[in-house]
């Protein structure tokens, strides 16, 4: 079946450590998101990417970054610079990035600084 | 700017009750997409309906309907005999193909418990 891995699902990590969140997709979408999920805050877009080797800065990019070196891979990584990383995040994947394409989401990685 | 907002913040009501999830948005642009995602406790969300600004017809999807107004830029969501399995977290959110193409701007969610 067609979908979306995230690993791991649980993480913790000592302050000042940059860590990797994996996002793999099998749905041959060309886009792909990574959101940040707060309780009471909505979700809120970090990066998305729209082509392999191109991505774009959401609402909240500071202290994170992205790489897209191939369709179905979108990894990002929590620097130590980014103030308040405890929270879950979430990939999701698009067909193309138009307003009225569906995203499909993970099933999330819950990141906890120690 | 792009808004949503859900003034629920938690409604817990008992088994086959009727509920009422609330949405309203905010947006200059004529043409843009509306939707709601179901996240239950697992965490991923689940798409369940994308409605665009040109068709304000209502649609009934078993016991999930959706009503939306443009006058009074409301998308809200009721589910009838509401089940144990529809707890969850409900999000209302919205995309424009004109402004900020590739973000989809979410609501805070309403947490919604049905009780047995």
């Known amino acids: 079946d067609g979908g979306i891995t995230q690993s791991p699902k649980y993480l913790f990590r000592k302050e000042g450590q940059n860590v990797t969140l994996s996002c793999e997709q099998n749905l041959n979408h060309d886009a792909m998101y990574w959101y940040r999920q707060d309780p009471g805050q909505g979700l809120r877009l970090i990066y998305y990417s729209q082509i392999v080797n191109d991505f774009q800065k959401g609402d909240i990019a500071e202290g994170y970054s992205v790489s897209r070196e191939k369709k179905e891979s979108f990894p990002l990584t929590v620097t130590s610079a980014q103030k308040n990383p405890t929270a879950f995040y979430l990939c999701?994947?698009?067909?193309?990035?138009?307003?009225?394409?569906?995203?499909?989401f993970g099933a999330g990685s819950r990141l906890t600084v120690l | 700017a792009q808004k949503v907002t859900q003034a629920q913040t938690e409604i817990s009501v008992v088994e086959k009750e009727d509920v009422t999830l609330d949405c309203v948005y905010e947006?200059?642009?004529?043409?843009?997409?509306l939707f709601w995602y179901k996240q239950p406790p697992s965490g991923e969300l689940v798409f369940l309906i994308r409605?665009?600004?040109?068709?304000?017809q209502n649609e009934i999807s078993g016991r999930y309907s959706w009503n939306f107004q443009k006058s009074t830029s409301s998308f809200n969501f009721t589910i009838t005999a509401s089940q144990v399995v529809d707890s969850a977290v409900y999000f209302c959110?919205?995309?424009?193909?004109?402004?900020?193409?590739?973000?989809?701007?979410f609501g805070q969610g309403t947490r919604l418990t049905i009780n047995p």
């Open positions: 947006t200059r642009d004529t043409t843009y997409y």
């Open positions: 959110a919205l995309r424009s193909p004109i402004q900020g193409a590739q973000k989809l701007v």
């Open positions: 999701a994947s698009s067909i193309g990035g138009s307003g009225a394409n569906v995203l499909t």
């Open positions: 409605r665009n600004s040109f068709d304000e």
